[in-house]
Every structure is written in structure tokens, then in C-alpha cells.
């Protein structure tokens, strides 16, 4: 009988130092679990928008809204981010090799955080994608357009789009267009 009262004391003790040791581990990401991600709803630092935007992706419209959390960045500034990423796209400065969130940022008179809040919320993905996605697209019209450029070794093809070298070029477009670029190059010929 005592033993059994003894093992129920110690099991009941184990427990208790576990309880106290998961505590002290997870102390600061245990709450946070349970907390509402609307609780400051009425704090202009995290309001919550909805924005649509519109995906053209292999010739086919594919409407997707998304809830995201901004921070307070005026709707000035972000407008005037926004034309200069117009303006960056139209004079395909995306092509510029090395060209980086900080120089970018620095080009438009802004910070890399505004700018990269910016092209993550309007643009959808993170700054890398954008500019991949802005080189790849760019080399799919090229090469529909232009013989000569398909005939080019794809050094010089990756060194026109800006790319460090074939391996990134081949490895964004693959990502974008879910084909290999010998793959795409040979379809279009």
C-alpha cells in the first residue's frame, strides 16, 4: 500500500518538474499561441487590409485576395514606391546585373524596409522573385520575338538579363515557367 502511495507521489512529482520545466522552456511563445491576432484591431501599426490582386500566370487570369498586416507607411509613400517600381519595370532597369533590394531602395529615395514591405504586399512576393520573375518574363518575350537572342549560348543570355551566371539564369526560369529553358527554347523553334 505504501508503495503504491509512494510511486503516485513520485509520478505526480515528475509530472509537476516536467510542467514547471515545459513552463520555463516555452514561457514566451506558449501565450502567444492562444492570443488573438485581432486584439489591437484599432491600432493604425497593424490594421488589417484586403488587397486583389490579379495573376497572370500562363495566359490565364487567376483572381487571389489576400489578407495582410502593414505597418504605417503612409499611402503617399507607397504610392510613390509604386511608380518608381513602374518606372524601374518600363525602363527595364531590372536587367542592371547586381542590382539589390539596398541599391534599389537607395535609386528611389526610400529605405529597404518600406520597399521591401511594399513589393511583398502590391507585388506579391518577396524582392529576389520580383526581379527573377521581371528577368524571366522578359527573356520568354525576347525570345518569342527575337531569332537571334534564342541563338545566343546561355551565358551571354544570363549575363543580358543581369544574372551572375547560366546556373541562377536556368534555375529562376525553371521556377517561373515550370519548364527547363532547353525544354521552352526547343517548343518555340
Sequence with gaps: MYTVLLLILLLL????????NFEKQYAGNFP?????PYKNTNNIAHQRIYINS???QKGQQTKI??????????????EKILNELDIFENNGEY?????????????????????????NIYKGKNFTSYLNDLRVDYAIHRFSEDKKFRSYKLTVIAEELGYNNEQAFSTAFK???????SIYLKEIN
Design 54 to 56: 490579379f495573376i497572370l
Design 13 to 20: 512529482l515528475l509530472i509537476y518538474i516536467l510542467y514547471i
Design 32 to 36: 502567444k499561441l492562444f492570443q488573438s
Design 175 to 181: 521556377k517561373r515557367t515550370g519548364n527547363s529553358l
Design 95 to 119: 536587367l542592371t546585373k547586381g542590382i539589390t533590394l539596398g541599391n534599389l531602395a537607395r535609386k528611389i529615395n526610400t529605405n529597404t524596409a518600406y520597399l521591401s514591405e511594399v513589393i
Design 65 to 78: 485576395t489576400q489578407e495582410k498586416t502593414v505597418s504605417t507607411i503612409s499611402k503617399e509613400v507607397v
